[in-house]
Structure formats: structure tokens, C-alpha cells
């Protein structure tokens, strides 16, 4: 299967705003986007609740115990932003408005540091939260705060990095949000604290890594 080269071929239609949110994930890796140096291209959303100073995470299908954020790969027949929004309705049932791009941020291999991805991430406001979605019984979603982000994200720093710039971090002036979201039936919710951090992973070493990220 041929993988395209960034940029996508200009003949290529290029759809811009995802609006279809279909009830299938698509599946289309023989389409996704690559650079130069064949490495993937993926987009994903930071999903803000600002009126509560939070974030919404999913769990990853292939780690337990880890929390990432939703992405994917960026297909040749649609920008980063339309990729970003699919992604995020398919995996995480979530409906909202892009408000801007935080950057492109690296994801290497954790012991031979390799480069594995160029991760187009980007802020959104949620405005809906859906009971049904793709991805409904393949993944879980649960609310974070900042600090509690950060700590669920230890093994991506990529991600820890793009909750840094985002409007959740206090230290950044943060956009009028557009709706906030109360604790409902349409997050199976349980306690942060029992999935967060893996048992063998001390607190203070954590915090101590965090706080070492603001200076």
C-alpha cells in the first residue's frame, strides 16, 4: 500500500471540517500522510472543559493503565484539523469547536529514542459529549485536571508537552470557553486516583519531574 509525503498531493480533494461523524471508525492506513523521511504524520485533540479546569483522556487500547489523548493518523484526502476532529469523535464521542494548534510535537520509541510520529495536536472546546461512538467499547474516558493530566500522561511526553501550552495550564491566559460539562452518565465515570499511576511508580518522583518541566 503507498503512503503519501506531506504535503497531500494537491490534486487530492481536501476536506477541511469533519461534520459527518459517522457511527464506524474509518479505516484507511493505507492513505496516511508521511514526510520526507517517511515518518507518520498523526492529529489529535486536547479536549478542554475550561469552565471546570479540565481535560477529558481516553485509555489506550494498547497500554494499560496509560491515558493519552485522541489522535490518528492524518489520511491524504483531508487536512491535519479534519483529521484531529474524526479522531476525536471516534474515539472519544466528542463534538466541539478547534479553537487553535498547539504545534507539532515528536513521539519516539521509549528505549531506542527512535522517531516514531510528528503529532499535529490541537486545542477544542467541547460542546457535546456523546453516549454512542466508534470507539465506545474499545475505550474508557475520564475527566483530569492539570496536575492529575500531567501524572496519567508520565509515559507521552509528547502529550504532557502540548498540556503544557494548552489554555488548562494555570500559567496560561486561557480562551472564553464556550460550554462546561457536569459529571453525568455519559462518562463511565471511577475514582482519577485508581487508574492514574502504576503501582510501582512513586509520587514524589513524579511531581519532582513535573515541577522540573516549568523550569
Same mark, same amino acid.
Given at each position: ?19 459527518? @461523524? ?7 492506513? !493505507? /492513505? #496516511?500522510?508521511? #514526510? ?27 497500554? =494499560? ?7 490518528? !493518523? ?5 487536512? &491535519? ?11 472519544? !464521542? ?15 520509541? &521509549? ?14 472546546? =467541547? ?16 475527566? @483530569?485536571? @492539570? ?12 502529550? /504532557? ?21 457536569? #459529571? ?9 486516583? #485508581?487508574? =492514574?499511576?502504576? /503501582? ?13 518541566? @516549568?523550569?
Amino acid at each position: 500500500m503507498s503512503r503519501s509525503i506531506t504535503p497531500p498531493p494537491t490534486e487530492a480533494p481536501i476536506n477541511d471540517e469533519y461534520t459527518t @461523524f459517522s457511527k464506524k471508525s474509518r479505516h484507511g492506513h !493505507g /492513505q #496516511d500522510v508521511v #514526510d520526507a523521511n517517511n515518518i507518520r504524520q498523526v492529529a489529535g485533540c486536547l479536549p478542554l472543559d475550561l469552565n471546570n479546569r479540565r481535560v477529558l483522556l481516553i485509555s489506550s487500547r494498547k497500554n =494499560i493503565n496509560a491515558w493519552v489523548l485522541p489522535k490518528g !493518523g492524518w489520511e491524504r484526502d483531508e487536512t &491535519q484539523k479534519h483529521a484531529a476532529q474524526r479522531e476525536t469523535w471516534e474515539e472519544a !464521542g466528542i463534538k466541539g469547536t478547534i479553537t487553535r494548534s498547539l504545534g507539532i510535537f515528536e513521539e519516539r520509541t &521509549q528505549k531506542k529514542r527512535h522517531l516514531k510520529a510528528h503529532h499535529w495536536i490541537f486545542e477544542m472546546n =467541547i460542546e457535546e459529549i456523546a453516549k454512542k461512538f466508534p470507539e465506545k467499547k474499545k475505550r474508557e474516558r475520564r475527566w @483530569f485536571t @492539570f496536575e492529575e493530566s500531567l501524572i496519567a500522561t508520565q509515559d507521552h511526553p509528547y502529550i /504532557q508537552q502540548a498540556i503544557l501550552k494548552s489554555s488548562l495550564n494555570p500559567s496560561n491566559r486561557p480562551p472564553s470557553p464556550r460550554a462546561s460539562f457536569d #459529571d453525568d452518565d455519559d462518562i463511565d465515570s471511577k475514582p482519577i486516583q #485508581d487508574a =492514574i499511576v502504576p /503501582q510501582n511508580i512513586r509520587r514524589k518522583s513524579i511531581m519532582k519531574s513535573i515541577k522540573s518541566m @516549568f523550569n
